[in-house]
């Protein structure tokens, strides 16, 4: 099975942070129906094995796509810029303090009534757009420092709202 | 993708190729079978008319079974033998049989870490063998309803089964004789009953309320592809929790202080539940129960009763739309499964809930089975019209044991299936040469709140400094829902010896020692079966090698490498006329080993096609 090939090469879909979901959703169909398991029920021990890694391989390709945050990331490693969630910091002091408000007010709005909490929700989508603007940008400037800084920023964002769902609940 | 069976149009093969395959909603109270006839799916009666099988096993001391309407006619008089809800007891341990139902009339054992074991007159049964009693009858009965042999099933499982309990359910099936095409969950089933003309985009919520479980499932249809986004539920929330809303009501009402035997309980859960089902159609129902007063239960008063019910099933709903980032609103469709939906005060809710009438319009004690059998025939190849497909998710979070007890999860909640994994670990002390890897699933921090599915070892580790090693640990689950671990050792690129030891589960041997021991197969009898098992195999082999030769050999096999296939080919088609299995299992095996390249070849190719915005079925002409 040729692994080799990234995952927008596998998904036909052009090397860019700014794709069309649709082609890319719709790609992933066709891929699917030709590689599912259960498009192999009656194939050899083998075909399974490969049938199933193969449809493995385009999900991962797909939720990678198919999530800004992730496809972000995943371009700045096809260009060899890994990164660690663990060593990478953010050097950006304004943007810190900002992270620090978002929190408090997270935590004023759950204590709140559920429109405040929405309304927080849609607040944050609204900064991760401006990021996804940027991180576009960068990307084709070959600015990849930069680049990276936006994606781990976006992770701030998808952290703050994981927590406010986690919470609804 | 490689191997595609090709379709001959035209009225007179159709027959030949048309495969038998069911559908079979296997379930804790009920069990029904389904098949499609004339393009219309359809539940198969028995020989009284009656298309449900009550999930009710009878062991006798001649070894005879007895399951369904007659095991559950005499379960009184043969209390302890008469096995009820094996779908209850399916793929779990002792303790957490102890847990979810207090006591049975029966004697349940278990020794060490094995399948706990149900001592009947007739032996010492499993959960997989009982249930598999239930399979061999419906099998029984599609067989004789199509007079020839049955090509495969479909199970279905409840969405929130963990993989322990997909393996014991496939176990029975095994033991029943039955080929499986996959276990499917019984929600999806349900979308599949309603939803398979659907061209435009939709998003659908399937409501599932049995008589013991609660699911809630989130699909988007989209031109025949089935994907679901994700599945919630409450596994001890049901039909049953409001025929006990109701009991307890008659109790209080009547100010009943006699200790309760268990022959009164009986008769009142019977007599609550006869009430509950009254209500569905009338506005009061009397509970038949032995209390000096009267006791007349009107509707209002049991929705009353049932209100916090529902408002526990509405939250898991909102719960699980919040996983897939959807709103009540944004459904367009709600399908009701399980009988506890006809009650009117559900409907209501439901519809209140999602803004939209939910369907009803299949029976919902019969559309998971109904769902099933139009999947079954899709993957024997029968419809060729529609190209469906089906994508499911994980229902729990699959993970690994780190140090401290704490769970790090591999595979989230709601991936989609097939899914591989791999995580890196490392060692922690020097000079270490072996790792202990506990697979555990479930959604919580701590290991001892998740359920163990495994524990293996991973040897012959390089001695390292700590921190050095590197041990990739990958997780696969396959479309059923199935997990398969691999650990191997990066640094120095060995692979390590891996040894996975079910918690408890039924090992490939003792499931064929099982069948062995089963009184239907004598020895010459098992020989056969396993020989005519072979035959069948390679004539599969052979029919799928050919059909793709014919379609592409010429553009993906050199002169020199289609010879040696072709070679292969002839080969086993010799040595399958002859009675030696081992001999046709060799053959097999080589002509399987030949072709891999060219498995991988058309898979690649096909992959290339897809995204090229070409199909396949072009090339089939």
């Known amino acids: ?169 | 993708m490689a191997l595609l069976q090709i379709s001959e149009p035209g009225g007179s093969d159709e027959k030949v190729s048309h495969k038998v395959s069911i559908g079979i909603d296997l379930g804790t109270t009920n069990s029904l079978v389904a098949t499609v006839k004339e393009n219309s799916a359809q539940t198969i009666k028995d020989e009284d008319g009656s298309d449900i099988l009550p999930s009710v096993v009878q062991f006798h001391a001649d070894n005879s079974v007895t399951v369904g309407h007659e095991a559950l006619n005499t379960a009184c008089e043969n209390a302890e033998n008469t096995i009820f809800s094996s779908k209850r007891f399916i793929g779990r341990n002792i303790s957490e049989l102890e847990q979810i139902s207090g006591s049975f009339p029966y004697i349940i054992t278990q020794d060490g870490e094995s399948v706990p074991i149900i001592n009947t007159v007739a032996g010492p049964k499993t959960a997989s063998e009982v249930s598999a009693e239930i399979l061999k009858s419906l099998y029984d009965r599609a067989k004789k309803c199509f007079a020839c042999d049955i090509h495969g099933a479909i199970i279905t499982v409840p969405a929130y089964f963990d993989d322990a309990q997909r393996q014991a359910t496939k176990d029975s099936a095994k033991l029943a004789g039955i080929n499986v095409y996959r276990l499917l969950n019984e929600p999806t089933a349900a979308a599949i009953a309603y939803g398979l003309n659907e061209l435009e985009d939709k998003l659908v919520a399937v409501f599932d309320l049995g008589g013991g479980t609660f699911d809630i499932s989130i699909l988007r249809i989209h031109e025949g592809v089935f994907e679901v986004l994700a599945t919630g539920g409450d596994a001890s929330l049901g039909g049953d929790d409001f025929d006990r809303s109701i009991a307890e009501w008659t109790l209080t009402k009547s100010s009943f202080n006699n200790k309760l035997t268990p022959n009164d309980y009986r008769t009142l859960m019977l007599a609550a539940k006869g009430a509950k089902e009254k209500l569905t159609m009338e506005k009061s129902a009397f509970v038949d129960f032995i209390t000096k007063k009267k006791n007349n239960i009107t509707r209002k008063e049991f929705e009353k009763l049932i209100t916090p019910l529902i408002e526990k099933i509405l939250l898991v709903c909102k719960k699980t739309l919040l996983d897939a980032d959807f709103k009540p609103i944004d459904m367009d469709d709600v399908v009701l499964v399980g009988g506890a939906t006809r009650i009117p005060c559900i409907q209501k809710s439901v519809h209140e809930f999602f803004g939209v009438k939910p369907l009803s319009n299949i029976d919902p004690d019969r559309v998971v089975a109904i769902g099933a059998a139009t999947h079954a025939n899709v993957l024997a190849g029968n419809a060729h019209a529609t190209e469906m497909l089906l994508l499911d998710v994980t229902p729990l979070s699959l993970g690994v044991e780190t140090m401290g007890g704490i769970v790090e999860k591999i595979v989230h909640r709601n991936t989609t299936i097939p899914v591989e994994k791999t995580q890196q670990f490392t060692t922690y002390k020097d000079g270490q040469t072996a790792m202990s890897i506990h697979v555990v699933q479930g959604e919580r921090e701590m290991v001892s709140d998740c359920r163990s599915l495994a524990k293996f070892e991973l040897r012959d580790i390089p001695p390292l400094t700590a921190g050095a090693a590197r041990i990739a640990v990958t997780y696969q689950v396959d479309a059923d829902g199935l997990l398969n671990v691999k650990a191997y050792e990066e640094s120095k690129g060995v692979e390590a010896n891996v040894e996975v030891k079910p918690s408890f589960g039924l090992t490939d041997a003792q499931i064929t020692s099982m069948i062995k021991d089963s009184n239907k197969y004598a020895d010459t009898d098992m020989l056969k079966r396993s020989l005519q098992e072979k035959k069948v195999e390679a004539s599969r082999t052979l029919e799928a090698i050919k059909s793709a030769l014919l379609q592409d050999g010429d553009q993906l096999l050199s002169g020199k490498e289609r010879e040696n296939i072709d070679q292969c080919i002839a080969a086993l088609e010799s040595t399958k006329e002859n009675d030696n299995s081992k001999k046709i299992t060799t053959a097999i095996e080589i002509l399987e080993k030949e072709t891999e390249f060219y498995v991988e070849r058309r898979m690649n190719a096909s992959i290339k096609k897809a995204v090229e915005g070409r199909n396949i079925d072009e090339f089939k002409s």
């Open chain 1, 1 to 169: 099975m040729n692994f080799s090939q990234n995952y927008f090469q596998l998904l036909g879909i052009n090397e860019s942070f700014d794709i069309d979901l649709q082609d890319l959703a719709s790609n992933y169909k066709k891929l699917q129906i030709q590689t599912h398991p259960d498009k192999n029920i009656n194939a050899s021990p083998h075909e399974k094995r490969l049938s199933i890694q193969t449809s493995a391989y385009i999900n991962q390709a797909y939720n990678v796509l198919r999530d800004c945050t992730k496809r972000a990331q995943y371009l700045l490693e096809i260009k060899n810029i890994e990164i660690n969630d663990e060593q990478d910091t953010i050097n950006d002091s304004e943007f810190l303090a900002h992270q620090l408000e978002l929190h408090e007010e997270l935590e004023y709005s759950m204590s709140n009534d559920k429109e405040s909490c929405e309304d927080f929700l849609t607040k944050i989508k609204k900064y991760e757009k401006e990021l996804f603007e940027d991180f576009s940008r960068q990307y084709l400037e070959l600015d990849y420092q930069n680049a990276k800084e936006s994606v781990l920023k976006m992770k701030f964002y998808r952290r703050l709202k994981m927590q406010s769902k986690e919470r609804e609940m």
